[in-house]
């Protein structure tokens, strides 16, 4: 069974950066497209940014140019770093496998970012 931890989110200011991480159990990364997602109460979750297994990576509009996603497969871990945070920002990120049918696996319980002064 895959488990999805994601840590790292907190209060942050406007302008501000935090690095979100996600631990993954229970499934060998390597190969695999994996995604940061992020939800608002209310609305759908969306999809951020992916990053292939051999490190290609694309995001949405929304994060272009302020969020970097990386991976380290020994660890089974992916990153997110934020830079110039936005109060738009403020969301529950999780992570996940990416595949354009949705991800199969289950969710984490999230990290919450808030961005505000």
């Known amino acids: 069974q895959v488990q999805l931890v994601e840590s790292g989110g907190g209060l942050v200011q406007p302008g501000g950066s935090l690095r979100l991480s996600c631990a993954v159990s229970?499934?060998?990364?390597?190969?695999?497209?994996m995604g940061w997602y992020r939800q608002v109460p209310g609305k759908q979750r969306d999809f951020i940014a992916r990053?292939?297994?051999?490190?290609?990576?694309v995001y949405s509009d929304s994060v272009k140019g302020r969020f970097t996603i990386s991976r380290d497969n020994a660890k089974k871990s992916v990153y997110l770093q934020m830079n110039n945070l936005e109060p738009e920002d403020t969301a529950v990120y999780y992570c996940?496998?990416?595949?354009?049918?949705?991800?199969?696996w289950g969710w984490g319980q999230g990290t919450q970012v808030t961005v505000s002064s």
């Open positions: 996940n496998e990416f595949r354009l049918g949705g991800p199969r």
């Open positions: 990053i292939s297994g051999r490190g290609d990576t």
């Open positions: 229970g499934f060998d990364i390597t190969f695999w497209y």
